[in-house]
């Protein structure tokens, strides 16, 4: 039996705030969790919001993302599970010393790598990150090998897509490392009766041809949801993100079609 080599390993990323990244994480992973793939989401945000907006309140000594970095501790005793197919590694603010402790590291932009090794257990990895370019920001695209950046309708969101992308350049330029290739830009809090929309959606068709994914509407239904610590598809099933974020994940299964299929096959040989 050959080891698993196929695994997605998606980092969802923007230098702006607030354009809806962490929304992305939860319902991409709910949604790849309902069509049975084996999902895990780490939240590499020092803020914790992924940990937050999935419910889990920490105990005192309960093992994170920072015990994994700077403790070694295996990955799979940290991971905590959520509900069928989907398992988040959690996060604190204590994950801001960890960032501190990696900048004397020789391994600092690829710690996460090292440490996460093969996660045989799962088929999709996404990663949820802070609006930063900082260390946990180069570890997390190291660890991937996708790049996926929501852009909301305001042109700072643009200049926030476009520092990412060059942060990427940088490492693979100029410090010669192995980076994501971009997946897609996904346009969130689109309402196609404003005049703002329809211009940076055009700008992102310009700029990033191809590279345009579906989009997710506006709906304060996801922060409903987020606040219910549930997913739009635990929350409302019927409501038009719901819908948005299906056909966002579908799109992404169909740009990769049969990389479960290829996965099985290696694994039974
Ligand atoms: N398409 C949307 N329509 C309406 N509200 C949304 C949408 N996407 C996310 N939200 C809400 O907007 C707020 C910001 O979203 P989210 O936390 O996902 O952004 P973020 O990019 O992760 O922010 P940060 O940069 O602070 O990590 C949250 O309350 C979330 O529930
Ligand atoms: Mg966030």
């Given amino acids: ?159 926030g897509c476009r520092a990412i992308l060059e942060s990427v350049n940088t490492l693979g330029v100029y410090n010669n490392f192995r980076i994501p290739e971009l997946t897609g830009i996904i346009p969130t809090f689109v309402d196609q009766r404003t005049n703002i929309t329809n211009q940076v959606l055009g700008v992102l068709e310009t700029l990033y041809p191809g590279k345009v994914l579906p989009s997710i509407r506006s709906d304060t239904k996801l922060k409903q949801a987020a606040a219910a610590s549930q997913s739009i598809f635990e929350f409302d099933p019927k409501a038009k993100s719901a819908n948005d974020y299906r056909v966002v994940t579908e799109t992404l299964i169909q740009m990769k079609e049969g990389f479960r299929d290829e996965e099985a096959t290696a694994v039974s040989q």
């Fill in 1 to 159: 039996m050959t080891e698993r080599t196929r695994i997605r390993k998606i980092s969802v990323q923007n230098f702006k705030g607030g354009v809806g990244k962490t929304a992305t994480v939860l319902n991409l992973g709910a949604c790849f969790a309902d069509k049975g793939y084996k999902v895990l989401m780490i939240d590499c945000d020092t803020q914790g919001d992924l940990t937050e907006v999935c419910g889990i309140r920490l105990e005192k000594r309960q093992p994170t993302l920072y015990h994994v970095l700077i403790e070694d501790l295996n990955v799979m005793e940290v991971v905590v599970p959520l509900r069928p197919n989907v398992h988040i590694l959690p996060s604190d603010k204590k994950l801001a010393a960890a960032e501190a402790l990696l900048v004397g590291m020789t391994a600092r932009e690829t710690t996460l790598s090292l440490r996460l090794g093969h996660l045989a257990e799962f088929d999709i990895v996404l990663l949820d990150c802070a609006p930063a370019l900082n260390l946990m920001h180069q570890n997390a695209l190291l660890f991937a090998d996708e790049l996926l950046i929501p852009v909301d309708m305001d042109k700072l969101a643009i200049s």
